[in-house]
């Protein structure tokens, strides 16, 4: 009989699934807070049930000899050393869509908060105060309500603002135009969205395009009176440039769920009176609480006796009978799905996978799911395979599935072309012996590339003098070019190149390589070869 621990405070009721689905079960939930006591006891399970106070280091993931499963009841999993657990071949879940209406319930309180400063006028009025005068608040209907991340959550936060009568302006790159007309948002960009708003509130992981998206220069750019939420990641916001606008009156208010340290015993915005503070209470809400208790027992108990995976961060949803054959090609959907989305900045708004040969016979769901996981992950840090492709059809992206038989020299390839706005996009791959995925065509160009995990990716009109350029700038600027791949379509034709690095490719001399006119475009790339 597997056996489980839960080590953070769950419903009764998922104790109660593993119990009933076969799998025994130890209920501790103070243990995750004593990491010494939890590291002696980790390798007597099989699986482990938390929430946001156990901590799963590379220490403990050791230490977990029997280990298979980790399911982490919510949609967060920053407590989860995932590498650590993908080379241990141990499986992390999560419950991405259980608790997205108590978050967005939660923004949406807190822009009720501050439009008629409740929790001030509530502390005045208790101590005896009367201060009507004092209070004087703005009504929301009419008003523009910005949101920045306009997937699960934040389309959920837009619905409601429409509901209640406000303009609302959306940022997202993903948000194609028929999914803004359905929502009954404008879609805007982001310095757009910063000059319109009265209201803005945050809806996006925290990622390196996001992080500190809302800083001094940002402020700057928006409405004198603007009052902003955040609800989303501790990190979206400089907090100390929060304080100073708050301080000089440029921002009229602030509702903050999260922090970038947390706990948050001590901030920078504690008290002032025009900020309303919460403890990460996003999700906190018991019927939150239940719903995602109940779906990560459900997953880990099906895992641990059928085998079957669901909501899986760092493995395909496939049976064990598909996974010898299927996953090597799954590794190559998100390569290339990652390729395609670190390339592309404009909003998508057609997807086509092509199935080829051999794998036009396998489980192209799964490949399919994993194309588009890699694909969005650049901008949606927390995807996985089972979210991908609710993602994409909320943000009004088509996706086309096409299988043939064999139609050249590679037994089966998967070829992905991605549609925006301005231009298409193809590349395509396969997978040889060894099982490592391998570019054979970017671009219309043919080629035999295998994935490095720093690249460099260059496009230029085909003429003498590039591989020279390219050498010569890195090696000016210390950059050990590992090995190097070209193509071309024909002479004088389109070229590629792609450079294979020891490590991230610095940005001052990206921005140099690019600068040059005989460059077209030149991108960095980033690839998570552990796990191939």
């Known amino acids: 009989m597997p056996r489980v621990l839960v080590s953070d405070k769950l419903s009764t009721t998922a104790v109660q699934i593993f119990k009933d689905r076969g799998v025994e079960v130890d209920y501790l939930p103070d243990l995750g807070k004593d990491k010494e006591k939890l590291l002696e006891v980790i390798s007597q399970y099989d699986g482990l049930a938390i929430r946001s106070a156990t901590k799963v280091t590379e220490k403990l993931i050791n230490a977990a000899t029997n280990l298979r499963v980790i399911g982490r009841a919510g949609i967060g999993v920053d407590n989860v050393d995932i590498p650590a657990a993908s080379r241990k071949g141990i499986i992390v879940m999560n419950t991405p869509f259980g608790n997205s209406i108590t978050t967005a319930e939660h923004a949406v309180a807190m822009i009720f908060a501050l439009a008629r400063q409740i929790p001030e006028a509530n502390a005045s009025t208790h101590a ?16 523009t309500l910005g949101v920045i991340g306009c997937g699960n959550i934040g389309s959920i936060v837009a619905t409601r603002g429409v509901g209640l009568k406000m303009h609302v302006v959306a940022f997202d790159p993903f948000l194609s135009d028929s999914r803004a007309e359905e929502l009954g948002v404008d879609k805007v960009e982001l310095d757009e969205l910063f000059a319109r708003a009265d209201f803005i509130t945050l809806h996006t992981p925290l990622t390196d395009k996001t992080r500190n998206i809302i800083d001094a220069a940002a ?38 769920d999260v922090f970038e340290v947390e ?7 504690f008290g002032m009176e025009n900020v309303v503070a919460t403890p990460h209470l996003g999700a906190s809400t018991a019927e939150a609480q239940e719903n995602v208790a109940l779906q990560v027992a459900e997953q880990m108990a099906d895992y641990l006796i059928k085998g079957a995976v669901s909501n899986a961060i760092n493995m395909p949803s496939i049976t064990a009978e598909e996974a010898p054959r299927l996953k090597p090609f799954v590794k190559l959907a998100e ?3 990652a390729f395609v989305g670190q390339v592309t900045e404009d909003p998508i708004k057609e997807v086509e996978i092509l199935f080829d040969g051999s794998t036009a016979t396998m489980n192209t769901r799964a490949l399919i799911s994993a194309t588009l996981a890699g694909l969005i ?70 080629l035999d590339a295998e994935v490095g995990q720093h690249m460099l990716y260059t496009t230029n009109a085909d003429a ?21 791949q070209l193509g071309r379509n024909r002479p004088g034709g389109d070229a590629i190149a792609l450079l294979y690095l020891d490590a991230p490719f610095p940005e001052n001399v990206l921005e140099q390589i690019k600068a040059h006119k005989s460059i077209d475009s030149a991108k960095r790339l980033q690839f998570d070869i552990n796990a191939m």
């Open 128 to 143: 005896g105060k009367w201060e009507k005068n004092r209070f004087m608040g703005v009504e929301i209907t009419g008003k």
């Open 219 to 256: 402020i700057a750019k928006m409405k004198n009176g603007v009052r902003i939420i955040n609800c989303a990641r501790g990190g979206l916001i400089v907090e100390a440039d929060l304080v100073a606008a708050l301080k000089s009156g440029k921002v009229a208010g602030v509702g903050v």
């Open 263 to 269: 706990p948050a015993e001590q901030n920078t915005l």
């Open 335 to 337: 390569v290339l799905g």
């Open 377 to 446: 992950r650049p901008q949606v840090a927390d995807v996985n395979m089972v979210s991908a492709p609710i993602m994409v059809k909320e943000r009004g992206i088509i996706v086309a599935e096409v299988k043939r038989d064999k139609s050249g020299v590679f037994d089966g390839y998967i070829k992905l072309t991605v549609t925006t706005e301005h231009k298409t996009r193809s590349i395509a791959g396969t997978c040889f012996s060894d099982g490592k995925p391998r570019f054979i065509q970017i671009k219309g160009i043919n």
């Open 464 to 484: 003498p003098g590039i591989i020279g350029l390219l050498g010569t700038v890195c090696g000016e600027n210390g950059v050990n070019i590992a090995n190097f």
